[in-house]
């Protein structure tokens, strides 16, 4: 389906998403989501400068090669990150190690994490202590790689390398694949919080399709799941507002106008039981009145 325009046409391939399940899934999934990126360009909608995802665990997943200082050795030495080889179907068939991308200087010039060409040490990671040395911090030689189980004390600045380096500012401000799939076409991502579901419109969307799918007969057979599948996609309610799943375009104001209310309840002071009650009762409102808090002592909910 890569390469064709968006449409309402609700289609799915069953098959190679039981398949993809099976095998590098993370890897997969995020690649999906970057690549429908182009398409949302293609269809004219590049004004639109913010794109919205769930916090989930492929939504932030970073490239094999980005800067990370988990396991890197504080000395010079010939290491690498491994990363896994994928057939066409995204399976994984071996691991092979490559360098760690560069990091940048706060003038924004790029700071190479392995020795130049013509160097004694060609090709060898340099280590931590020569990276943070590099930064501008004080020598670090007689500071530890990294603390017992990284457990490491708050109130100790320098304790261990690996914490200085974890907290420099281009190592903090890593960006996922899907940032920088997004950034790189002019989108800024946001992450939708975690836990509360009543601020995250896509995941009401799903919740209402789930709902649905239980009302359908239960079955195993994939053709009855492709089917019942499609069939609740159907079933959501067709209204303006537009979220992308693979090649599938689902429809979300009603959900997103119910995340605006909370958002306003939660604004004006409004606990967890007061929002959801208020929502119930300006249920085809964005906002909330001012009067809401009157209205909550009438209602004994104060």
Known sequence: MAGEALTSNRTWNASAGLKQNKTNWLLVLSSHIANKIPLLVKNGES????????????????????????????????????????????????????????????????????????????????????????????????VRAECPKFQCKKSINRCCCRSILYNEPYFVNVGSLLEIACEARGFRVIFFPKIHCELNFIEQCWG??????????????????????????????????KYIFGSILLNIDPFDTRSLRFMDAYHKGLNGKQAAWASKQYRDHGVLPDTIMAELETAKLT
């Open 47 to 142: 004004s639109v400068s913010r794109r919205m995802f769930d916090n989930a665990i492929t939504h932030l997943k970073h490239a094999d090669d980005a800067l990370s200082a988990r396991k890197m050795p504080k000395r010079p030495k010939n290491w690498g990150v491994e990363m896994d080889v994928v057939d066409e179907n995204g399976k994984p068939i071996k691991k092979v190690k490559v360098r760690m991308c560069d990091a940048t200087f706060a003038d924004g010039s790029p700071q190479s994490l392995y020795y130049p060409e013509g160097h004694e040490l060609a090709g060898v990671f340099t280590g931590m202590a020569v990276i943070l040395h590099e930064r501008g911090r004080a020598d670090v030689s007689k």
């Open 208 to 241: 209402y399709s789930k709902r649905v799918y239980r009302e359908l007969p239960v079955s195993s057979k994939e053709a009855d799941f492709e089917r019942n599948f499609l069939a609740v996609l159907e079933s959501i309610p067709l209204f303006v507002g």
